[in-house]
């Protein structure tokens, strides 16, 4: 009789819920949770049936705790946090903390960015989550309406070529969108930069199409800019050097062309990595996990070292390159998409130009969940493409159907 009490419980407590009593419903659920403390579902229930935003919150990521990969709970969790940062108005760091959460697990919830306007700091932070909210919904009205009275009050002399927001003085690097504006040291695009690059995608978006509207060298120069900071090299040249034939192209253009010539060439050299050891001498297969989250990389290394895999870290492109030239070539890597200077496109069509590792089967591992982000996945080489908060099931499946593959054919 104790043994079923639980599931007596959750039934008398799912019955309530539906009949709309809630405080019964969260009074049932919390006996369960106490009774049973991993129970993922009585955590999402006592989240949905909770008296305050922060509790619900809590409890949902009790159920996320217990379970990563369950979606509906995944799902939910950022406009929960959006729910808790609107009543931090006494308290605006919390609530900047929770609304950074909340962008970061869903890059365009709309009414997260919002929020982060309304508790930015300064007037050019706010612009810049405005314009954010934008790029996701044109129409939204309090987005444009906050844009207005900005405008309104200040006086401003310049414009960002790519996201188009102003400033009072000339920048050499926008501080908004955080786009270096010019390829005359083409080595700082790989320098880590805290780079929105939702924000940069939907600008560059803007840009192309605007190219294709009505062409002109300024247009095309600039996207090819943007493309540069986000770590597409080769179509930033491109760009640059279409640029370069059109009428009013600047001169200077054509010495930034020789110089971005020039690293990319020193690039691809780094790609060209000689290995020491290949995977077949290993007694345990080898994942190169590259990620510049230390808290995603330990969590894939625990998951894939308690599976029977040896791990190696990286915390960017270029370390992941210096990796593999010192431990010997991976059975495969594990890659973030967003990182600072070489993202993970970059870094998988580096990988995919050299013979030695052009077959090394590559997962991405991110919090991009867009079809455009798994469309450049495949173009850069991808054999996988996963989602955080990663299911680590998931992640051992796919890993497992990938690698015994590669270390036969090595």
Not at 203 to 211: D, E, F, Q, S, V
Not at 282 to 307: E, M, Q, W, Y
Not at 356 to 371: E, M, N, Q, S, Y
Request: with cysteine; aromatic share 4%.
């Amino acid at each position: 009789m104790v043994a079923t009490k639980p599931e007596t419980l959750m039934r008398e407590a799912i019955a309530a819920a539906r009949a709309g009593d809630k405080t019964r419903t969260r009074e049932l659920m919390q006996q369960v949770t106490e009774l049973e403390p991993r129970n993922h579902l009585a955590w999402l229930w006592r989240a949905n049936s909770a008296e305050s935003p922060e509790e619900s919150l809590d409890c949902l990521r009790n159920a996320i705790a217990i379970n990563p990969g369950h979606e509906a709970s995944k799902n939910a969790l950022p406009d929960a946090l959006v729910r808790v940062a609107a009543n931090c108005t006494n308290d605006r760091p919390k609530g900047k903390r929770l609304l950074m959460e909340a962008t970061t697990l869903a890059p365009r919830h709309e009414m997260a960015w919002l929020w982060r306007a309304g508790l930015a700091d300064t007037p050019d932070e706010a612009i810049k989550h405005l314009r954010t909210v934008l790029s996701i919904n044109p129409n939204n009205t309090k987005a444009q309406a906050g844009l207005a009275k900005y405008a309104a009050q200040g006086i401003t002399e310049w414009q960002c070529p790519i996201c188009e927001a102003k400033a009072a003085t000339v920048q050499t690097t926008c501080p908004h969108c955080r786009c270096l504006l010019s390829a005359d040291n083409p080595a700082a695009f790989d320098q880590p930069r805290e780079l929105d690059r939702v924000f940069v995608e939907a600008a560059a978006r803007k840009l192309y199409a605007g190219t294709r509207e009505q062409p002109n060298a300024t247009s095309a120069y600039h996207l090819g800019i943007a493309y540069l900071n986000m770590g597409f090299y080769d179509e930033g040249l491109r760009c640059i050097q279409a640029a370069a034939r059109m009428p009013g192209a600047a001169a200077r253009w054509t010495g930034q062309i020789d110089k971005l010539t020039r690293h990319l060439a020193q690039l691809a050299k780094q790609a060209a990595v000689v290995a020491t050891t290949p995977p077949a001498s290993r007694s345990k297969p080898l994942v190169l996990v590259v990620d510049d989250s230390a808290t995603i990389r330990k969590l894939v290394s625990v998951t894939l070292s308690g599976a029977g895999y040896e791990v190696l870290e990286a915390d960017s492109g270029e370390t992941a390159i210096t990796q593999i030239r010192d431990h010997g070539i991976p059975g495969m890597m594990v890659l973030d998409v967003n990182m600072p200077g070489m993202d993970g496109f970059a870094l998988c069509k580096l990988i995919r130009s050299n013979p030695d590792t052009a077959k090394t089967p590559v997962v991405f591992l991110t919090g991009k969940d867009g079809l455009l982000n798994k469309l450049r996945g495949q173009w850069a080489g991808a054999s996988e493409y996963l989602t955080k908060p990663f299911d680590p099931r998931k992640l051992l499946a796919t890993i497992g159907k990938l690698l015994p593959q590669a270390t036969r054919t090595t």
